[in-house]
T-cell receptor
Framework: GENVEQHPSTLSVQEGDSAVIKCTYS??????FPWYKQELGKRPQLIID?????GEKKDQRIAVTLNKTAKHFSLHITETQPEDSAVYFC????????????FGKGTSLLVTP | DTEVTQTPKHLVMGMTNKKSLKCEQH?????MYWYKQKAKKPPELMFV???????INESVPSRFSPECPNSSLLNLHLHALQPEDSALYLC?????????????FGPGTRLTVL
C-alpha cells in the first residue's frame, strides 16, 4: 500500500520567516495530495491540495509543490504568523487507495513572535 | 452549508456502557468516514460508507459498530469499550472518492473510557 513519509516532525520558526514541510510517497499511482492543518483540540482542516497534473499551487501565503518523478511534495508557508502554529499533515491518495487518504505522521509547527 | 457536524462534543463512558456518536452532513456527499485519532498522531481510518454501503472496515474490533441510516447521517455505536479506546473520533465526508473532490472533517467527539 501507499506509504507517506513526512519531515520534519517538529519545526520552530520566527514570525515572518518561511516554513517548509516535505513529504514523500511510494505509490506512483497516487495523484492527489492534500494538506491538513490541525490546531490543538480542533478538526483537521483542508488548507490546500494539489493534483498530479499540476506542479505548483498557491493560495495567498501557502503553496504546495509536487515533483512526480521524485515522488515528493512540499508545503511552503511564507511570512509566518503565530496563528500558523499547528500540526500539519500531508496525505496521498489515488485510484489504488480507493477511499483512503494515506497520512504522513505530521509536523508540529511553532511560530514564535 | 459546507460543514460536517458531530455530536456529542465530549463523551465519558464506562466499560459496560453503550453509547452512540452521530455525524451529519448536508453537502450531498456520498462517502462518509469514521476516523480515530490519538494525541499527536494522524487520523486512523476505521470505516468508510460509500452510497450508504459499508465499503471499508479497517479490521476494527466489533465493539465499534457503524451505521449509515441515510446519505446525510452516520452513526458509530459503542459497546464494551476499553480505556485504550479513549481518543478523538472524527467523522469526515467527501463527494465521492477523496482524490476526486477532497475530504472534509467534522469537529470530532472527544471520548474518554473509564
Amino acid at each position: 500500500g501507499e506509504n507517506v513519509e513526512q519531515h520534519p516532525s517538529t519545526l520552530s520558526v520566527q514570525e515572518g520567516d518561511s516554513a517548509v514541510i516535505k513529504c514523500t510517497y511510494s505509490d506512483s499511482a497516487s495523484n492527489y495530495f492534500p494538506w491538513y492543518k490541525q490546531e490543538l483540540g480542533k478538526r483537521p482542516q483542508l488548507i490546500i491540495d494539489i493534483r498530479s497534473n499540476v506542479g505548483e499551487k498557491k493560495d495567498q501565503r501557502i503553496a504546495v509543490t509536487l515533483n512526480k518523478t521524485a515522488k515528493h511534495f512540499s508545503l511552503h508557508i511564507t511570512e509566518t504568523q503565530p496563528e500558523d502554529s499547528a500540526v500539519y499533515f500531508c496525505a496521498a491518495s489515488g485510484s489504488n487507495s480507493g477511499y483512503a487518504l494515506n497520512f504522513g505522521k505530521g509536523t508540529s509547527l511553532l511560530v514564535t513572535p | 452549508d459546507t460543514e460536517v457536524t458531530q455530536t456529542p462534543k465530549h463523551l465519558v463512558m464506562g466499560m459496560t456502557n453503550k453509547k452512540s456518536l452521530k455525524c451529519e452532513q448536508h453537502m450531498g456527499h456520498r462517502a462518509m468516514y469514521w476516523y480515530k485519532q490519538k494525541a499527536k498522531k494522524p487520523p486512523e481510518l476505521m470505516f468508510v460508507y460509500s452510497y450508504e454501503k459499508l465499503s471499508i472496515n479497517e479490521s476494527v474490533p466489533s465493539r465499534f459498530s457503524p451505521e449509515c441510516p441515510n446519505s446525510s447521517l452516520l452513526n458509530l455505536h459503542l459497546h464494551a469499550l476499553q480505556p485504550e479506546d479513549s481518543a478523538l473520533y472524527l467523522c469526515a465526508s467527501s463527494r465521492t472518492t477523496p482524490w476526486a473532490f477532497g475530504q472534509y472533517f467534522g469537529p470530532g467527539t472527544r471520548l474518554t473510557v473509564l
